[in-house]
Structure formats: C-alpha cells, structure tokens
C-alpha cells in the first residue's frame, strides 16, 4: 500500500535560519508531488508541485524552493526563514497525470520566530 | 491563472437547517472535482469526488455534490446539517497536474 511520510512533524526556527522539510512516499512510481501551505482564512495554498525528478513548478513567488532529488522524494527548504513562512505544511502526491485522488502527509507545523 | 473561488467564508446554521456551499473555479479544461472536510484539530478528508458521469454525486455523511460544467460551478449541499458537520470544508479542482484548493468555508452548526 502506498504511504507519505513528512517531517519534521513542527519546527521553531529563528528569522533568517534556513528550512527543510521532506517527503517521501512509498508503494508507487513516478507520483506528482506537491507542497501546500496552509494559513488560517487562506485555505490550502498550492506552492509547488513536480511532475517528475529535476521537475518543480512554482506558483508563488517567495523565498522558499522545493527540490526533487528522488523519484518519491521532495523537499521544501528556504535559504532565510522571514516571518511570514510560518505556517503549516503539506506534502501530498497522485498517481500522475491519471491518478484522480490527493493523499496528503502528516503535515509540518513551522513557526518562525 | 487558474483559481478556486469559495464565496462563504464562514456559515453558522441551527441543527437541522439546509447546507449549501459554493465552489467556482476557472479551469477551461476537463477537470476532477472535490470536497474536503477538516474537522477541528483533524486532517484533510475526502467527501467526495468528481470524474465523469452523473453530475450528482453523493458522498459520505449525507452530503451531495452538483457539478454544472456551464456555471464551472461544483456546490456542496446537505439536507439536514448536524452539530458534528461543524468543520472547514474545501472545494479542489484538479486539471492535469495541478491539483488546487479553494480558500475554505467554515461551517459552525448551533445545537
């Protein structure tokens, strides 16, 4: 069965610190993969997604980047926290460009500090 | 660019009202459409969803989906809210690769 494992679970870091949260999924191959931040009143806001390795779509400007190294793996990192990226995150994949369902990660709680 | 609209920010029914939720998106192409729940302190589940066929699509817990592809118009509907449908509920519309959410609606039920 397929799994997603995302971590760290929270994290406090202090302005201007670096980030880097990561997922991997199990149990499937080539899944499109996603990162979300959601906020309070903003709902779940689409940051990255990648279609396979070296593939990342960015669909809002800001200071953080998303990496796929693996083929299962995917992480969001961010070279200076500012305040504003705190939030919570969520890594999440389908089944390619047929696959009709989203399943989502545990999620990373960031507070920047 | 692509967009989820959810125009109720926040519902507050009395146990037994009618729901309905909107969504709108603004997608041009074949789409894949759903409904979230997050319950308070909960993640993300799944109500129900849309591929094809019946544009009525029935989900868990009594709730009920109609999907008008003139309107890009994917509303939410229950009959009969109970207290414990008090939660943020999400509309997603998927075309291709992109998979995106709209901005929540939160739904408190009054006993």
């Known amino acids: 069965s397929q799994t997603i494992h995302q971590w760290p679970a929270t994290l406090v870091q202090p302005v201007g610190s670096p980030l880097s949260l990561e997922c991997t999924v199990e149990g499937t191959s080539n899944p499109n993969l996603y990162w979300y931040r959601q906020a309070a009143g903003r709902g779940l806001q689409l940051l990255f997604y990648s279609v396979g390795i070296g593939q990342i779509s960015s669909e809002v400007p800001q200071n953080l980047s998303a990496s796929r190294p693996q083929d299962r793996q995917f992480i969001l990192s961010s070279k200076k926290l500012l305040l504003s990226d705190s939030g919570f995150y969520l890594c999440a994949w389908t089944e390619g460009i047929s696959g009709n369902t989203i399943y989502f990660g545990e999620g990373s709680w960031l507070t920047v500090v | 660019a692509q967009s989820v609209s959810q125009h109720n920010h926040h519902v507050i029914l009395s146990e037994a009202a009618s729901l309905e939720l909107g969504c709108n998106y603004s997608?041009?192409?074949?789409?894949?459409l759903f409904w979230y729940v997050q319950y308070p302190g909960q993640h993300l589940q799944l109500l129900l969803k849309?591929?094809?066929?019946?544009?009525l699509v029935k989900g868990i817990k009594g709730f009920e989906a109609e999907f008008i592809k003139s309107k890009f118009s994917f509303n939410l509907r229950k009959p009969s809210v109970q207290w414990s449908d008090t939660a943020e509920y999400f509309c997603?519309?998927?075309?291709?690769?992109?998979?995106?959410f709209g901005a929540g609606t939160r739904l408190t039920v009054k006993p």
């Open positions: 997608y041009g192409g074949t789409v894949n």
């Open positions: 997603a519309v998927r075309s291709n690769n992109d998979m995106r």
């Open positions: 849309y591929f094809s066929g019946d544009p």
